[in-house]
């Protein structure tokens, strides 16, 4: 079953204006992780951040992670048709015994930027 | 993009048949994983290596076998493909497992008749 869920599902959006990608996950985690994948491509990644952590920035990214929530959010600033894609959040398992190997990936938001 | 090749590329082939996908990296990562990707399941873990000669079962590993002999190199194979198979498949792989980021494959578009 999938652990993390992004929200919404599509998001269509003008040039210029900021995209918001919602991810909710279910078990405790160590780290997510958000991918973006252009159509026929493979999954490029974007940021990470770790379980101690409440924000990070990556250009014109920012991710926030709330844990006591469960929830995390991708914000793109000032969107430009090339950030058309579908973003994932992945995460791993915290009580994984020791192991930590694997990520599970949400089903994806697809974002349209319009010129 | 990180060293990693995926092949075929595409392929398409008739139920019953076997078919083994190659995942190959030039980057010395430890782990390695092979994904499929379908619509309305997003991207679903089938097996993963953690080494050479090291290997276990994703979400989906039901009818898909692994080897890997050698650092470089990941084969998936399907012993006797089906219709529900029809897939892309990704590879990727990384250096420290889940701990840091992933690094992806261009995918293999596989087609059972």
Same mark, same amino acid.
């Given at each position: 079953s999938q652990q993390g869920e992004e929200d919404p599902q599509a998001l269509s959006i003008q040039e210029g204006e900021n995209a918001t990608?919602?991810?909710?996950?279910?078990?405790?985690?160590n780290n997510l992780q958000w991918y $973006?994948?252009?159509?026929? $491509?493979?999954?490029?990644?974007l940021i990470l951040i770790r379980s101690?952590? $409440?924000?990070?920035?990556?250009?014109?990214l920012r991710v926030t992670l709330?844990?006591?929530?469960?929830?995390?959010?991708?914000?793109?600033?000032?969107? $430009?048709?090339?950030?058309?894609?579908?973003y994932f959040c992945a995460t791993d398992a915290s009580n994984s015994g020791g192991s930590n190997y694997k990520l599970t990936f949400g089903k994806g938001t697809l974002l349209t930027v319009n010129p | 993009d990180a060293g990693i090749t995926q092949s075929p590329r595409h392929k398409v082939t008739e139920t019953g048949t076997p078919v083994t996908l190659r995942c190959?990296?030039?980057e010395n990562h430890r782990y390695m994983y092979w994904y499929r990707q379908d619509p309305g399941h997003g991207l679903r873990l089938i097996h993963y290596s953690y080494g050479v000669k090291d290997t276990d079962k994703g979400e989906v590993s039901d009818g898909y076998s692994v080897s890997r002999s050698k650092t470089?190199?990941?084969?998936?194979t399907l012993e006797s493909a089906t219709s529900s198979q029809t897939s892309v498949y990704f590879c990727a792989?990384?250096?420290?497992?889940?701990?840091?980021?992933?690094?992806?494959?261009?995918?293999?578009?596989?087609?059972?008749l």
């Open positions: 990608m919602n991810c909710s996950y279910k078990t405790s985690i $973006r994948q252009n159509s026929g $491509r493979g999954l490029v990644h101690n952590e $409440r924000e990070k920035h990556s250009g014109r709330d844990t006591s929530k469960k929830s995390s959010s991708l914000l793109i600033t000032a969107s $430009r048709a090339a950030d058309t894609a579908s | 190959h990296q030039t470089e190199d990941f084969l998936l792989i990384s250096a420290s497992g889940a701990r840091n980021e992933q690094f992806f494959g261009p995918g293999t578009r596989l087609t059972v």
